[in-house]
């Protein structure tokens, strides 16, 4: 059976064919656009040691007090004086919201996946996207998606919606993003910088 696609024209872009089906990660997204076309989206690269990882949590939090509609999910980790990680948090940025993602597990060395707060996650970026804020942030491009999993699919949305997307991604990570977007959008370093000088070019 043939792929259906749909026809997406954002207001003062050049058109844009997406595929109306996700059955497959690496078909998710087939946009054809223009060279000169710029989309509205960028992935924001962080290694390892990547001094500031509050960044993001900081561009956000400008963003809003300059009333900027901005939703998505950040993420908020804790961990113990070993440098392991005791406890992942996603915060719903419209509302600060904090929802459980990973729980140490008892009697055990490590955290485990909270299955449910997927299902809350996933309403925040759809509502966002219901919303048309005028950006929306997602931390992280994380194992989950890059295997087609997670918010991939709400993610994938949002760039279809053609609503600004900053979206933060591994280094090691990147060329599968890249895979997935065609290579649109921006890559960006992980700094307040970055994203403000990206914010300020899509204007």
């Not at 009697?107 to 219901?130: K, P, V």
């Amino acid at each position: 059976m043939p792929k259906q696609t749909i026809e997406y024209q954002p207001q003062g872009r050049p058109r844009i064919w997406v595929a109306s089906a996700f059955p497959t990660i690496c078909d998710n997204l087939l946009p054809i656009m223009t060279i000169d076309t710029k989309a509205p989206f960028a992935a924001a690269v962080y290694k390892p040691d990547t001094a500031d990882r509050a960044a993001l949590m900081k561009f956000v939090k400008k963003q809003k007090s300059l009333n900027t509609r901005v939703g998505g999910i950040l993420q908020e980790a804790r961990f113990n004086s070993e440098g392991r990680l005791v406890e992942l948090n996603a915060v719903d940025v419209s509302t600060n919201r904090h929802i459980p993602i990973f729980r140490p597990v008892k009697g055990a060395d490590e955290c485990r996946l909270d299955i449910s707060a997927l299902t809350e996650t996933t309403n925040i970026i759809r509502n966002a996207i219901d919303d048309r804020l005028d950006l929306i942030v997602v931390e992280k491009f994380g194992e989950l998606e890059q295997g087609g999993k997670g918010l991939i699919d709400e993610i994938l949305q949002t760039i279809v919606e053609g609503i600004p997307l900053l979206v933060c991604v591994p280094e090691a990570a990147l060329p599968i993003w890249q895979d997935r977007t065609g290579e649109l959008g921006s890559v960006i370093p992980f700094t307040e910088e970055g994203f403000q000088q990206w914010w300020q070019n899509l204007k």
